[in-house]
């Protein structure tokens, strides 16, 4: 798996595919976004499938972008909901709460990148142990 930069890397770089809690079974479905411009919807568990053209989707929340679906990869933590697109977002976002001394470049740090728009709570050295447990059970799921 590559390991990643939170401060290089927006969100965008995970949306190819993302979990989601299936709208017919509730278990676990993907979204897969194609480059020809369909979304693709499946769920192995129950065989639902659905697919549309989307010409605009909005990043940043707890629901794929694409279907406004809640995410599988979610959970309340005391202070707001911690999210995932897929389980190499979330990694990525494990090795960054779990760094002690973040790599900032200055140089290559974007503000539409990961890194520099967490919500404070989420890089919070209070809330470390706390959030790397709870990416744990997520992993699980
Ligand atoms: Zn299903």
Redesign the pocket.
């Known amino acids: 798996m590559t390991t990643y930069n939170a401060y290089e890397i927006t969100l965008d770089a995970f949306i190819a595919k993302i979990l989601i809690v299936?709208p017919?079974?509730t278990?676990k479905?993907q979204v897969v976004d194609h480059s020809d411009g369909n979304t693709i919807l499946t769920?192995i568990?129950?065989a639902?499938n659905t697919s549309k053209k989307v010409a605009f989707y909005q990043l940043g929340t707890p629901k794929d972008p694409f279907f406004g679906h809640p995410l599988w990869l979610q959970k309340k933590f005391k202070d707001g909901i911690f999210w995932a697109y897929n389980l190499e977002h979330l990694t990525l976002l494990e090795n960054h709460i779990a760094a002690n001394r973040r790599a900032r470049d200055i140089t290559k740090i974007s503000n539409r990148s990961i890194g520099s728009r967490l919500p404070k709570w989420v890089t919070s050295k209070k809330n470390r142990k706390e959030l790397l447990q709870l990416i744990d059970a997520l992993k699980k799921r």
């Open positions: 299936c017919k079974c278990k479905a769920c568990s129950c639902y």
